[in-house]
């Protein structure tokens, strides 16, 4: 199995940027499509975007589309989420995910589809 801890959240002003890392330690990175998803107060959990075992596929909510960039470093065993234009509706807790279904280039939009998750690191954009 493996292991996963957030990073990088905090307050940012309205058209601000932050990156997210996760970094994943146990069982192979490479052996999992990864994916960031968020939570609001009182929403369910979305996906905001996910990427393949080897990076060669990526997907990301039209919420986010053109402002987020997914991306993985197998050497250093990371996730990262690069956000920027940042908007207040991107406040909420976001958290990294694991899933060892699949090959090589599967993607997967669901919770119920990851197997593995990290505690979560609040976002709030606010001025």
């Known amino acids: 199995q493996v292991q996963l801890v957030e990073s990088g959240g905090g307050l940012v002003q309205p058209g601000g940027s932050l990156r997210l890392s996760c970094a994943a330690s146990?069982?192979?990175?490479?052996?999992?499509?990864m994916g960031w998803f968020r939570q609001a107060p009182g929403k369910g959990r979305e996906l905001v975007a996910t990427?393949?075992?080897?990076?060669?596929?990526?997907y990301y909510s039209d919420s986010v589309k053109g402002r987020f960039t997914i991306s993985r470093d197998s050497a250093q065993n990371t996730l990262y989420l690069q956000m920027n234009s940042l908007k207040p509706e991107d406040t909420a807790v976001y958290y990294c995910?694991?899933?060892?279904?699949?090959?090589?280039?599967?993607?997967?939009?669901?919770?119920?589809?990851?197997?593995?998750w990290g505690q979560g690191t609040q976002v709030t954009v606010s001025s």
């Open positions: 995910a694991a899933s060892q279904r699949g090959y090589s280039n599967s993607l997967f939009y669901t919770p119920s589809a990851y197997d593995y």
């Open positions: 146990g069982r192979t990175f490479s052996s999992y499509t």
């Open positions: 990427i393949s075992r080897i990076g060669g596929a990526t």
